[in-house]
């Protein structure tokens, strides 16, 4: 029983081990029950999903604001807000990734929770490396304001492109090493196929494979800009994690239906944009400005709640009346070389 009041990175063991219960629980329901024949999700389905998501996201960071206070459960919903936009950004590459290798709407979001699975492990690790250094050396935080007042304003004046995914490193050096079958193997990562000179039957891994690695290394690249974003919030660790995957887990059920509308979300990077910018300099305030003062955290909720608010509505109104593309429609495929 001490090992359940044992502190671990500033927080109760039994808080991570409820945390992570229901992160297995919530995974083993999702593709055990909801998804346990795949099949394309209609957009329908993804909302009433992602609604369910999200209210356990919101249900969760109200027992975090019982259990650890109104400050800290107040920055648990700017990080999850923070993150759960930054997530539609996510989207579009990774409906480019399924694009490219050709996987059929019902093989995606089996795709998808392996990747969410992927990234619990990712994030974690990159959050715990993040909390050491910030726990050794505060300045470290400074770095991290300051690279995401230069991404805000780097996303700000970009011009938007698509990733070059037939080139990706990765893609290429599993090609060159792997054998790689042309063409999908329903729901499988790897299959066995006949040797080309032996005719023995050998493993070989899909383009489905391809498309789950590609799309944890395009997670890896958004985390740049995300994990710095929460800690500049927040050095809780525990509030760090659960925030960053609460708003993760609910991605591969908002994935569908964002999928259909993503074209209608072309003005939010101006929003998140301005989010960047404002969670970055607010350090710089808060220690420079303020005198050591905190940032008011419901003040911080509120502008990130505005501006991520105000991003969406200007994009659905300025682009009303563009035709859905429908995530369940054939796909072109892709070349693996």
């Known amino acids: 029983m001490e090992f359940l009041f044992a502190d671990w990175l500033g927080t109760p063991a039994w808080f991570w081990l409820a945390f992570l219960g229901l992160v297995v629980v919530l995974t083993a329901f999702d593709l055990g029950v909801l998804h346990k024949e795949d099949k394309a999700m209609g957009i329908g389905e993804s909302l009433k999903l992602t609604a369910f998501y999200i209210t356990i996201a919101l249900l969760f960071g109200a027992w975090v604001w019982a259990e650890k206070g109104a400050d800290l459960g107040m920055k648990y919903y700017t990080g999850f ?7 539609i950004d996510n989207v579009f590459v990774i409906s480019l990734i399924f694009t490219f290798f050709a996987i059929p709407a019902k093989y995606q979001y089996r795709a998808l929770l392996w990747g969410i699975v992927a990234v619990i492990f990712l ?22 304001a300051a690279f995401l007042v230069f991404t805000g304003v780097k996303m700000f004046f970009a011009s938007d492109h698509d990733p070059d995914i037939g080139n990706n490193p990765a893609v290429r050096w599993i090609s060159r090493h792997m054998r790689v079958t042309k063409e999908l193997h329903d729901q499988h ?9 032996t005719g023995k039957l050998v493993n070989a ?18 985390a740049v800009d995300s994990v710095p974003a929460i800690f500049a919030i927040t050095t809780d660790t525990f509030v760090v994690y659960t925030s960053n995957i609460m708003a993760i887990l609910g991605l591969r059920a908002l ?15 101006y929003a998140l944009a301005a989010v960047l910018v404002f969670i970055g300099s ?13 940032f008011p955290p419901v003040l911080s909720l509120g ?21 859905l593309h429908d995530p369940a429609e054939a796909i072109a495929p892709g070349t693996v070389n």
């Open 81 to 87: 807000f923070i993150e759960k936009a930054l997530s």
């Open 189 to 197: 990562f790897f299959v066995k196929v006949p040797d080309e000179k």
């Open 123 to 144: 994030r974690g690790g990159m959050i715990a490396g993040g909390a050491a250094l910030v726990e050794r050396a505060y300045w470290v935080l400074y770095i991290f």
């Open 282 to 294: 607010k350090i710089f305030v808060s220690d420079f400005l303020l005198g050591g003062d905190k």
């Open 303 to 323: 502008v990130t709640f505005a501006l991520i608010a105000g991003g969406v509505a200007f994009s659905l109104w300025k682009t009303r009346g563009q035709p």
């Open 205 to 222: 891994a899909t383009p489905l494979f391809l498309a789950l690695v590609v799309i944890n290394l395009a997670d890896l690249v958004f």
């Open 255 to 269: 994935y569908f239906a964002l999928a259909a509308m993503i074209d209608r979300f072309a003005y939010l990077k």
